[in-house]
């Protein structure tokens, strides 16, 4: 028979830490550490299959089922020496989700259950703590009522707080326990209003209706959109743990915690957490109190500090890992309620990897492994320079809960930040972030909150995501009603309202108004520079950066780049002092203008590639033609037709309006339906050859000019949009007989290749021909994703996402490579090509090149190289290295 | 050592007709006509090999093959009993090119090769006959002159008429010998102004150069368009044949004609063709003279009449098809210079195969191959109308030189029929007709010629395009300088100018001035009929049609279509009284306003699927879903800027202006950067899922009405553009939900399938993932084509024509389905596909669909059937039915 229901403590367990599966993340870290004989209140845990079979089943669950968790119950019972709803001796249990992946603040969970009319009358007596008793049972109606018999939480609060302003109450501990008594009552009668039923008092109908509740909150909206971002199937579901309830607000004995074996923000190696004297769980969590350092826990409670510690540690060496844990003091015996591998930033995760090699927990390999490439994008952005910190206006301190600088302007809703966040940056400013602010805080530069710890939502989130944080920064009165915020400094109050400038430090916790330079980190010394070192021994492809400047290739370089894999000749075009020569040229009527145009454009172009070769002494320089379309250089038609239309209505000038007739016929005659799918690419270089002529020459004039200078080039020619061999035998007719002039002309050879795009699927397709031409392959992901699904980046905006909240599509195939569609592509031209030419070079240079999952799909195809944007390189070697490691990438980053 | 010279005459021969590939067809039939102890003249074939060898060696003829053709020329004296340049006893030889295919008027020819001073002297004497031997010689220096020298045709001629002008001649006979004894010192004379040399003396170096300009001639301009336009590979090269000269310009016991062994343009078994006493066969051809019937022979010389005709029935059976031969009489004694399979019109050469069928020389496996498809375009276009024969005013009557009404506005050049055909139907209108004008004649309704018989330049090429043309209308004056045509009708002038209506009927050689009426071709009787059913004997796969409406659906079943493959919904919502509907839809802000419009597109829908269904009574109708952006229904957006901002230049009422700048608004919305790749096809219906159910539920509301009336509806429904099963998925649902709705409602249920496209390279590529959802594929070649080489068809027009110069493309990939990049795509969505689905069925309703080769390659690849526009669908029947009889497609071809 298959068993469902696994019951642990006392020292023993159904189940083991493996099991996280079938137990889920906390259920397997409470068997484990039962297994430990660590003092884990006793439960049981229901197992992620039966969430399944509770769908399935259309909302109920199997009676087989039912009865295991019965027996499990019984046991537990036995070993608490408590019955389930039992008068005299009532037991009283927690329910939670957990399920195989941690989703913090997402499941909801229920304390007290078991609790009704008669068993807190026990409870009271036998805690000697009428108030105590009260307490749990208001909260248990709350928690219930909201997350079982979805009454909203304000209704609650709204209750509660009347019931405070009522008996001149200022805080929750002021009310007494009659005042308790009567919140209750107010709670129970709104519960018969709004479920028309009394509340339930059969503590086992609790259970089920609680256990019910937690299988359901795996679809709620907030589950779903955290799946959503971090690609964790639907189908795994929640398992439930039942655990006895220890109290942490037992009075001034009791407490509760939570805390980390290490920093989980710097990574730094000391005893971390927070706790409350006399509370429970979530008063932690949710960030309404501001708890206290673990370290004044020794003042108060020496020996469980010390218990503490020691089991800590303990699990942290079984584990091999940071421990982030949860723990409950009643009467001074501790309880641990869960340990589970922590949360960590980017820098924290390097320094951990780094100093558990160091410590000989873990080898080189496994700390490769251990940190998530995107998260490396937190050590890789700019930190605040030293003089804005000077220059600006310190507004307020608070903790410095996710690392990195954010400037932006201020927002104070979620959905303000995703409106705002399309024009510019912004930095979401709240009293406290709560789930339901998700779409906002990813779109955020940063967060700031004025309540909360370093545990609180806000906290925990923007870390998962490498937003910096400055959270419980109490200086700071948010004013969401009139949208603004307040601090008072120097007895004097600054408002900022929406749209004014903000700068963070999440590094430090610093607040201030205005606008902060920012600088780029330094990779040379420290942490991550060891650990890049190690990453690059088991990378076996090269990372390459996109770089259209000698700025960008400087960066590139700094970065650990092994070469430029895209540089895009059309961005120099760009330049205020070279639009007009290239207006010229595009305007020419005939070659000979064309060439006097193109002319003026090769010594501009020539130092260009100059500069990168330069730059880049020593490795490859990837230098693509002329890719966008002529009419890109030009005026806008429309605006055009409605400038003409307007001069004509108003009777301005016939020779004025003649002339702007002339340029909006060459306008015409290069507009085009889709651009995209136009004149473009190498398909400019056959119709106007002069163009490709001019850009090889100033390639191999640059070339040989540094060559001269000792300086070591490898310039790489890339034609773009190739899609049948002809093209490109055309194009390298060209570039071939422009090296040859420039060649003989300078009495110095320089080696260099000429390869080809692949970024329309027929190049992939017939890519065996084109490698007969092509010495390089470097895949245009952007384009060729494009073509593959026929849809364009610029108009998929319209319904990708559409398409991603009804699932049609899991990822924005422009974010993340498309591996069942495009991949088989990839796959196909990189054989093909391979058949033809064994040591052709295969790269990518679309933006997947520095996205994680992407780049461990190049490593699998076997290419060379990939490129990406300067800022991913290391996240593109980190990516790269775990491929190696790894034949299964996702498996490498779970284990993270 | 390898043979690359063929000594032919006397009986026998080096080569036999299966040589095509190394002699040529002109040299093949010289060597088997010899070999058949017909009277040839003898001579020797250079092959194609030299050809190639000659440019690869620049433009030099190996010493190896020199010194072949120097015995084979030693032989030819021998026969001949005469010597190239011999001043006694002169050997005189034609030059003429041979490629493997015919390439009609393509190359040139060189006569009466081998006079000089010296020899035209001793023909004189030996002929008795000075004025004719002073003839050739001028004839002879002019062709050389042209085609050796490359001095212009018109040179000589101006030459030429200057004498005439002085001697006051009115015909080219009025020249004494006197006379062309001058013409000869004028030549001559021009020929070193020109050169700078004197006209070579040498006859062999005569030859020499004469072989090299006819080498030089493979790729001359005409011939290279000529292949273009036939698919005829560049590498083949020609021969070069060196012949004996015979005379049919030896007074009037001499003569020269073409001639057919059936009716070229009507296949009608009858002897056929064309003769001229006393002339040279370039004067038959080139339709200077206007030719007799060739039964007029019979009274001129019987004997060599009965000759004539024994020698070529024989042929005709021999080759077992119509051949197609020249001949020369030179003093009462025949010469056969060449014989071919003769080229024929589209109803031509179905009668030709159904009546050799009949006559048991052929089988119908045969005759089917004997046919180009499209070829029978011909006999499916309208003809005229007898009420517009009646009632437009008849100018002239011609030969009916190729058959088919042609009706368009007259245009006087080729260059101008391009540039007029753009705008519309255009007829051209010559004197007549030389391989210059290919490209106008190209674009052509129709061809008039004034001059020139059924063999004449015009008549030979329309045929072969397929084009009505009507020849050799004497009363009709054109006057190219005055761009306008005069004939006299009655007793009155009339004048057409360029751009007035003008109709032609082929068929009977009448022009008539109008613009006339034309009627569908009758495919119930007749050859084509039987023809098409011993087609349809063979043919493998099914062909259906695209059609949108009722009407077209009609004449799609009278061409054989059994089913439609393709109605796109969407152009019945284009309607005048639907438009309105439409738009309020894409303009409604709410759900509930948008199905508000679109249930009253409902019953119009409804209508229009009701009257496929009965026109397709029992076969399938494939229906597609809303497929282009919803732009596309709405004012174009640059036109409302304009219409705005001159509206507010011009102070309009604030009102009307905001009405417009909120339908600017809505335009804005749905304005997108690539139309072809934006927000379009299956997403649409997923993102307006209304829509798709409302077509839905028009299509089966529609099949269970029709069905209660006794009629058998097979719908199939389409979903356009998907890339990915979870669209299909999506919209199946739909589907399914609303089909089950009707049924339900009706009582009745009606068999249907769900399919999908596959139209993008993602579909083909995840095919099996597809099939899963869909019961059938449908590939949408143009869109197909457009995302594999990314250029969409609207745009690639400013480089494909570039494109196909330069050869980088061999075909509009638009026409013809390019097999080798997107054919691939194609096999693997096929094999996909039915690894998950074994009974898939597949077709595909892009327009290669009617195109022959493309066909043959969806035989190969297992289709179940092809679709294409009604007319098109005798074309693809013919092509399924050859590709089944035929693995190479190609080589099928080539034998008709």
Same mark, same amino acid.
């Given at each position: ?45 229901? =197992? ?48 939670? =989700? ?231 003091i009643q009467d001074h015996k501790l309880y641990m309620l869960q340990t589970r591998n922590g949360k960590r930033t980017g ?155 903000? =700068? ?362 990939? =490129? ?29």
């Amino acid at each position: 028979m298959t068993q469902y229901v696994y019951s642990f403590g006392g020292g023993a367990a159904d189940g083991d830490g493996k099991m996280k599966d079938v137990l889920g993340g906390k259920g397997a870290g409470l068997a484990e550490m039962s297994r430990a004989k660590l003092p884990v209140p006793p439960g049981f845990t229901v =197992s992620t299959a039966v969430c399944n079979l509770y769908f399935q089943s259309g909302n109920q669950v199997p009676s087989q089922i039912q009865h295991q968790a019965g027996e499990a119950l019984a046991r537990l019972e036995e070993k608490m020496g408590q019955r389930l709803g039992d008068p005299q001796n009532p037991l009283l249990v927690s329910v939670r =989700s957990g399920a195989k992946f941690s989703m913090p603040g997402m499941m909801d969970t229920i304390l007290n259950l078991g609790l009704n009319d008669q068993t807190t009358e026990t409870l009271a007596q036998k805690s000697g703590n009428p108030r105590f008793a009260y307490d749990c049972y208001r909260r248990f109606i709350q928690m219930f009522g909201n997350v079982v018999l979805d009454i909203g939480k304000n209704e609650f609060e709204h209750l509660f707080d009347s019931r405070k302003k009522k008996v001149k109450a200022k805080y929750d501990t002021d009310l007494t326990a009659d005042d308790l008594k009567a919140v209750i009552a107010d709670y129970k009668k709104l519960v018969r209003e709004k479920t028309g039923k009394p509340f339930p008092q059969d503590a086992r109908q609790q259970l089920a209706m609680a256990r019910d509740a937690v299988f359901c909150s795996w679809h709620n909206a907030r589950a779903i959109h955290y799946r959503k971002m971090n690609n964790i199937p639907d189908d795994l579901g929640t398992a439930v743990n039942v655990q006895a309830m220890v109290f942490g607000n037992l009075g001034d004995t009791s407490a509760t915690g939570v805390g980390f074996t290490r920093n989980p923000a710097t990574g730094l190696k000391e005893f971390y957490g927070e706790f409350l004297l006399n509370a429970q769980g979530e008063d932690v969590v949710a960030g309404i109190r501001t708890p206290k350092p673990i370290s004044e826990l020794k003042d108060v409670m020496p020996d469980v500090y010390q218990q503490l510690h020691t089991i800590t540690s303990n699990l942290e060496k079984h584990y091999r890992d940071v421990q982030d844990f949860e723990f409950t003091i009643q009467d001074h015996k501790l309880y641990m309620l869960q340990t589970r591998n922590g949360k960590r930033t980017g820098p924290a995760a390097v320094r951990i990897a780094v100093e558990m090699v160091e410590e000989g927990l873990i080898d080189k390999r496994e700390a490769v492994l251990r940190v998530d490439p995107m998260q490396l994008d937190q050590l890789l952005h700019p930190v605040m320079e030293d003089s804005s910190r000077n220059s600006l206006q310190l507004l307020a301190r608070g903790l410095n809960a996710s690392p990195g600088a954010a400037v932006g302007t201020v927002v104070f809703t979620a959905d303000e930040a995703v409106v705002k966040a399309k024009n510019g940056p912004v930095v979401l400013v709240r009293a406290e972030t709560v789930p339901d602010d998700i779409h906002g805080m990813e779109v955020a530069k940063g967060i700031l909150t004025s309540r909360g710890g370093m545990t609180s939502h806000a906290a925990v989130v923007a870390r998962g995501m490498g937003i910096p944080c400055v959270a419980g920064a109490g200086a700071v009165e948010v004013d969401e009603h009139r949208q603004e915020m307040r601090v008072q400094v120097n007895g004097k109050t600054t408002t900022l309202k929406e749209g004014d400038w903000l =700068s963070l430090d999440g590094s430090t916790g610093e607040v201030f108004a205005g606008r902060a330079q920012t600088k780029d980190p330094d990779l040379s010394s420290g942490h991550l520079a060891k650990f890049m070192t190690w990453v690059d021994e088991f990378r076996t492809i090269g990372v390459r950066a996109n770089a259209d400047i000698p700025r960008d290739a400087k960066v590139a370089r700094n970065f650990g780049a092994e070469g430029i894999g895209l540089c895009r000749t059309e961005h120099m075009f760009f330049a205020e002092d070279r639009i007009p020569h290239m207006q010229a040229m595009i305007l020419a009527r005939t070659e000979k203008d064309r060439r006097k145009a193109l002319a003026k454009l090769l010594p501009m172009q020539r130092k260009d590639f100059a500069g990168l070769f330069e730059a880049m002494n020593g490795y490859p320089v990837v230098i693509r033609t002329l890719d966008p379309p002529l009419h890109e250089f030009l005026p806008k038609r429309e605006e055009l037709m409605v400038e003409i239309a307007v001069m004509k209505a108003t009777r301005r000038p016939r020779k004025k309006i003649a002339e702007r007739e002339e340029l909006l016929r060459r306008v015409e005659e290069l507009h085009e339906f889709n651009p995209m799918l136009g004149h473009r690419g190498c398909r400019l270089g056959i119709t106007y050859p002069e163009i490709t002529e001019m850009q090889a020459r100033a390639i191999f004039e640059a070339a040989v000019q540094v060559a001269k200078k000792g300086v070591k080039v490898i310039p790489e020619v890339m034609i773009p949009l190739v899609g049948n061999v002809t093209e490109l035998e055309n194009q390298k007719k060209i570039v071939v007989q422009a090296a040859d002039d420039v060649f003989k002309k300078a009495g110095q050879k320089v080696h260099y290749m000429v390869g080809t795009m692949i970024e329309v699927p027929r190049a992939a397709v017939t890519a065996d021909k084109i490698a007969e031409q092509a010495e390089f392959f470097s895949f245009g992901t952007n384009d060729l994703t494009q073509t593959t699904f026929g849809f364009s980046r610029d108009d998929s905006g319209k319904f990708l996402k559409e398409y991603q909240d009804r699932k049609i599509f899991k990822d924005d195939p422009f974010a993340v490579l498309d591996q069942e569609g495009v991949g088989p592509l990839m796959r196909m031209a990189v054989e093909k090509g391979r058949q033809t030419r064994a040591d052709l070079e295969v790269g990518i240079c679309g933006e997947h090149g520095g996205e994680p999952s992407s780049v461990g799909f190049c490593v699998r195809v076997g290419m060379n190289y990939v =490129s990406c944007s300067p800022y991913r390189v290391p996240i593109a070697r980190l990516a790269a290295a775990q491929a190696a490691l790894s034949t299964s990438k996702e498996e490498a980053m779970r284990t993270a």
